[in-house]
């Protein structure tokens, strides 16, 4: 298979110019909608916009960090959470779960609870579960006696739960609509309900947050097979630059630190004692290994010729040596026949531009 041909099931065109935002603005307006004012519609489009040309500035910032931007702006609500479904998969996971106070240092992602993060919610089961399944609104006055409320699912960590409001983000494409995800508010209205305003707002929020998730999963596909190594599964140099571009300036505007490490590892020896395909194999090992030990939230890229640079978010100098001593040692143990180096350099002390951070890493490159 032509692995620059797209792969058939994603045939379907990103929504990004502006006459077609246009044309799905105002069919998304006319769903119940008439009772916006001029100032609404427009504050919600400009939000549509970004999250639709979000891209244009390469896969970062990141789609997740837009949608709690600008939901952080619009809506007001004690915690809110964006779960969606996985494109081979029928449940729901948190993606986003956050509230008013969240940290602007943090991606929006990484500020999901522990507890959250690992609940896994079926179709039917709990609020979040119904919605999915019905592709239908919700608001509930009264959560805890609400007999679809679920506490181990739709119950939050220090949170007393008494209302929620969940909309599906509805994708539609060729005549049919799918339930990408929800979008759930908690204890969010006042004594009379949710304002209908606010709730013509908010659906009208997740109709574009589909359109632009679902652009976002295929602009994906299509840019995994650029920014994705073959052979070891972590990213390419191109998508490293950009990642190192983004996180330097967020790092300036957070005033915080992050470290790289740069990781040189020679197979020369395997090549020529054990041959080629030993050598792919290792590398494909070391790969999963830098998977292994590495967090979520590290960019792990290798460059080609066992060639490997990683960049770890708000992470000292001393934190990323140990991680990087760490790695060394257990690529090591894979096979006695590989030599490896690390170097190590943090932002801002020994660069602020990533052409400076990744010579200051090389430089630093020791056994």
């Known amino acids: 298979?032509?692995?620059?041909?797209?792969?058939?099931?994603?045939?379907?065109?990103?929504?990004?110019?502006?006459?077609?935002?246009?044309?799905?603005?105002?069919?998304?307006?006319?769903?119940?909608?008439?009772?916006?004012?001029?100032?609404?519609?427009?504050?919600?489009?400009?939000?549509?916009?970004?999250?639709?040309?979000?891209?244009?500035?390469?896969?970062?910032?990141?789609?997740?960090?837009?949608?709690?931007?600008?939901?952080?702006?619009?809506?007001?609500?004690?915690?809110?959470?964006?779960?969606?479904?996985?494109?081979?998969?029928?449940?729901?996971?948190?993606?986003?779960?956050?509230?008013?106070?969240?940290?602007?240092?943090?991606?929006?992602?990484?500020?999901?609870?522990?507890?959250?993060?690992?609940?896994?919610?079926?179709?039917?089961?709990?609020?979040?579960?119904?919605?999915?399944?019905?592709?239908?609104?919700?608001?509930?006055g009264n959560a805890q006696s609400d007999s679809r409320f679920r506490a181990d699912v739709d119950g939050w960590p220090d949170v007393d739960v008494q209302s929620i409001v969940a909309v599906p983000l509805t994708r539609r494409s060729a005549g049919e609509e799918q339930c990408l995800g929800v979008l759930e508010l908690i204890n969010c209205g006042g004594s009379e309900g949710y304002p209908p305003t606010e709730l013509a707002m908010l659906r009208m929020f997740a109709d574009f947050a589909a359109i632009a998730i679902g652009n976002d999963r295929y602009m994906t596909a299509l840019l995994s097979l650029t920014i994705t190594d073959e052979l070891t599964g972590l990213k390419t140099e191109r998508f490293l630059m950009e990642a190192l571009s983004a996180e330097s300036k967020r790092a300036a505007r957070a005033n915080c630190v992050f470290s790289v490490v740069a990781l040189n590892v020679d197979l020369e020896s395997v090549s020529l004692f054990l041959g080629p395909q030993r050598r792919n194999q290792l590398l494909r090992e070391i790969g999963d290994k830098i998977g292994t030990i590495c967090r979520r939230s590290d960019v792990l890229s290798h460059l080609g010729w066992g060639e490997f640079f990683l960049l770890f978010p708000e992470t000292s100098r001393e934190e990323a040596r140990l991680m990087a001593q760490e790695l060394h040692k257990s690529i090591k143990e894979l096979d006695q026949l590989i030599k490896a180096v690390v170097g190590v350099a943090t932002y801002p002390h020994d660069g602020t531009s990533p052409q400076e951070l990744i010579q200051r890493a090389y430089e630093a490159l020791e056994l």
């Open 1 to 140: 298979m032509d692995q620059h041909k797209p792969n058939e099931k994603l045939t379907e065109l990103a929504v990004s110019d502006s006459r077609t935002l246009s044309i799905r603005s105002s069919s998304l307006v006319r769903r119940s909608l008439a009772g916006l004012s001029g100032a609404d519609l427009a504050t919600v489009i400009d939000a549509a916009k970004r999250l639709v040309d979000h891209r244009e500035q390469g896969p970062w910032p990141l789609l997740f960090d837009v949608i709690e931007e600008e939901m952080t702006s619009l809506f007001h609500a004690e915690r809110w959470a964006l779960l969606l479904r996985e494109p081979a998969e029928d449940e729901l996971s948190f993606k986003i779960a956050t509230s008013s106070e969240s940290d602007p240092r943090e991606y929006a992602w990484m500020q999901v609870p522990d507890r959250l993060r690992s609940i896994r919610i079926r179709a039917g089961n709990g609020i979040a579960g119904w919605v999915s399944e019905k592709n239908e609104t919700v608001i509930v």
